[in-house]
């Protein structure tokens, strides 16, 4: 079993309303000294990752503005995902770094050498969780007004990341930088190859500028459980992440993304399949439920009612809160309750007030309270039932729900032999899949390697 | 007087093929300690800021490709400049970060957040480079096949500034954050403006998604001494950089910067001039004398030129090396000769082969040479001549240069009662100016300021 933590540059993520908790520490999140901590506790867990998350505009449908995600701090304010990672970097040497970006806020050739940039500073512990949407407040900043079609968003991505491909493994061959100081030779200019891109959205005929980075293409990462975008995934993910409530809708997503992946010609295990889960625990399973209920009353309904109206799509803020939420009249709305519905073994009817109280600590994913043997019950009975390797834990406060599974449930993962005793040495990559640092030879990026089949890679324009 | 220490993601930035020295660390650039060092001594000569320089393409006139830049590690590769920021803030306290990036590379949305997140993460210590022009080779990368005219670039730019203040100044209200844990509100939103830019270039109606941080606007420097450049500078810039060969040169530059400034009704002491200088430096003149000779010697005469006909724009590979430099028809040439004859007081002929010597170790600004009392004269009467506030130090060899010019120079300039001694508490724009850490009444930006002339902030779309 493995563990990311899933966190963002922002106050509450995935908890709405628990800045007001007396030990949360997320309003220190324009802080240092507050990431470093995150990266340590994470690293002293063995974790994979520290996965964070990113949005770029606003929780804008409740109410039909953004005064209640301000108000409440829903996701709101919120700060660029990759400037803490170098310092971060520093102060530990293994845990991964999964970062948020989207195709659509910036070109591919600045945004290729960031990644090849901190990939060289982290020593390869970098991975690229790659989204393709916005919120539509995002867009609207960004100067579109029409948002792409969904489909067409995933088209102008998968052109994004064949420009990405071509520069991270299609310019520098492996021996391309010399070194030779005698005879002042830094590179080989006959191993660095324009790449010669000219497509649909993107035209880029020359050189990446950035030497070869430990990994070249960073970890790729990929959420999402649409059509299209498991078709993404199954090209170009290496880890996936699912949020969905029970296990039963997870083991579904799971077995299609599983499918996908290896009807696009690659291995089963080339996918690492992380679900969403929020773990609330103490030593004892009294003292973890009493923590829950502390955590559930520090929440705030407006906030999540905020956060679930942004992901659905819909404007909760008109509904009373006791009216049943089959009175939303929303195909978004309908799909989430059948999900919550499947939640709970009873067949109660679900109220605007539960799907806020159930939003306010740990978003879509499922919630996890007891003493760390119920915990560690509870994973392993996840795991099995649905196929994934691991958790992306998301956090009820920090550091403390990152400090109680350090502390809690890892030893007890670890002595029932189930959760790592310590790292693989070197990159995140080698770490996942125990295969080297670069992307194996049945993912599409392969495919744009120098030596590869570089029907796409153009030296003509070169003297 | 100040300094700044200029370096930049690559090998090689001003020292074509210094990287071949056996005690140069340049290679090393894509370590986190390389950088984590450079800070550190800065801040141990009480620098102001580190100052990264960055350019996103490769210099291919030389040639007419980009064969000899690789070959020479002529400012390539070259890595994202802000990355490492955040490892450097952690292992200092006071040291600034300048940090470079292009108008024309990234959305000025996203960029803001960027700025917000870094000034939120170095407790106020950053500054902005605003560059408007890409070298042609970056260009062409990001898909434009007809570069912008000089002065479109500068309009365009102008606007991209406009989006930022109205970002970082106009959208949140000082006391916006509220963080009521009793009433659980994070901020007010009666207090977080929608900036409503609707202009030529740029379409941004929401607020900022970032929280203000310590300095909210970064501050802001300049280069480029055109009078486009100059005027752009009157309005924005609170640092300007200026490299010319001679002090006369750059006397005329600052001349015209400061009448600029004051024109545009700004004191004459809000814009903090530095000149770029290297600095040879050692117990006796002696031997730094000896020591420049070897680096020089260390220097890669194909190097030079790649980067000198990158600047000038004109192709030095079809010239013999003992030409005469006055047989290149080019106004850029003729005028970067009139500067380095200038540099002389001999009347000598320069030659090819004297402009690539001359570009070897320093780029296009002076070099001093000498015992530290030799250099601190140097840089006094230079001062004096001039009317800069300080120097913008470029790198021999790294960390070498910068060592030697803190071992040695620092010591000698504070003895004579012109060099810091301590650190000013705050942020880099208190300690640039000793006026507090947000903008003056007096600089463009403070006009989009909450409770400013908000002509052009608009809440109308809010709810």
């Given at each position: 079993m493995r563990f990311n933590a899933f966190v963002m540059n922002t106050v509450s993520h995935l908890s709405p309303g628990l800045w007001r908790h007396p030990d949360d520490r997320t309003p220190d999140y324009t802080d240092l000294d507050y990431w470093i901590e995150i990266a340590r506790i994470a690293e002293s867990a063995y974790f994979d990752a520290v996965f964070i998350a990113d949005v770029l505009?606003?929780?804008?449908?409740?109410?039909?503005?953004?005064?209640?995600?301000?108000?409440r701090g829903t996701q709101t304010p919120v700060g660029d995902p990759i400037l803490a990672v170098s310092a971060m970097a520093a102060a530990t040497e293994h845990v991964g770094f999964g970062i948020t970006t989207n195709t659509e806020a910036e070109h591919p050739v600045p945004h290729a050498r960031r990644f090849t940039t901190l990939d060289h500073l982290t020593k390869g512990r970098v991975g690229w969780n790659v989204v393709t949407g916005y919120l539509p407040s995002a867009e609207r900043n960004m100067g579109r007004t029409t948002p792409?079609?969904?489909?067409?968003?995933?088209?102008r991505?998968?052109?994004?990341?064949?420009?990405?491909?071509?520069?991270w493994e299609g310019s520098w061959e492996d021996d391309a930088v010399v070194l030779d100081r005698e005879r002042g030779v830094?590179?080989?200019?006959?191993?660095?190859h324009h790449i010669g891109h000219h497509g649909e959205h993107f035209d880029v005929p020359g050189i990446h500028v950035s030497q070869p980075s430990p990994q070249r293409t960073p970890v790729v990462f990929q959420a999402g459980a649409s059509p299209r975008g498991i078709a993404f995934a199954a090209g170009n993910a290496e880890a996936v992440f699912v949020a969905a409530p029970t296990a039963a809708v997870v083991a579904d997503q799971v077995r299609r993304i599983r499918a996908a992946v290896t009807d696009a010609g690659r291995p089963a295990d080339s996918v690492v399949i992380y679900a969403m889960a929020t773990i609330v625990t103490a030593p004892t399973g009294e003292e973890a439920r009493a923590k829950y209920e502390d955590y559930v009353a520090h929440s705030t309904t407006e906030g999540a009612l905020a956060l679930m109206s942004g992901w659905m799509g819909v404007d909760l803020s008109g509904y009373d809160l006791d009216q049943p939420l089959g009175?939303?009249?929303?195909n978004a709305v309908q799909s989430h309750l059948a999900a919550f519905q499947n939640r709970t073994a009873s067949g109660d009817i679900w109220r605007i007030r539960d799907i806020a109280a159930w939003g306010a600590v740990g978003g879509v994913g499922p919630v996890m309270v007891g003493s760390p043997a119920e915990v560690a019950d509870a994973l392993q009975e996840f795991q099995e039932t649905t196929g994934v390797d691991g958790f992306n834990c998301a956090q009820a406060i920090i550091p403390g729900t990152l400090e109680d599974i350090a502390e809690h449930v890892v030893p007890e993962l670890q002595s029932r032999g189930v959760y790592p005793t310590s790292y693989t040495?070197?990159?995140?990559?080698?770490?996942?899949?125990?295969?080297?640092?670069?992307?194996?030879?049945?993912?599409?990026g392969s495919r744009y390697r120098v030596g590869g089949d570089l029907s796409t890679i153009d030296d003509s324009k070169r003297g």
């Open positions: 505009g606003t929780y804008d449908v409740y109410g039909g503005d953004d005064r209640e995600a301000l108000r792409l079609a969904h489909d067409e968003r995933y088209d991505a998968d052109e994004y990341l064949e420009v990405a491909y071509k520069l830094f590179a080989d200019p006959d191993k660095v009175d939303v009249q929303s040495e070197g990159t995140l990559r080698h770490k996942l899949f125990g295969r080297g640092d670069r992307l194996p030879d049945s993912h599409r």
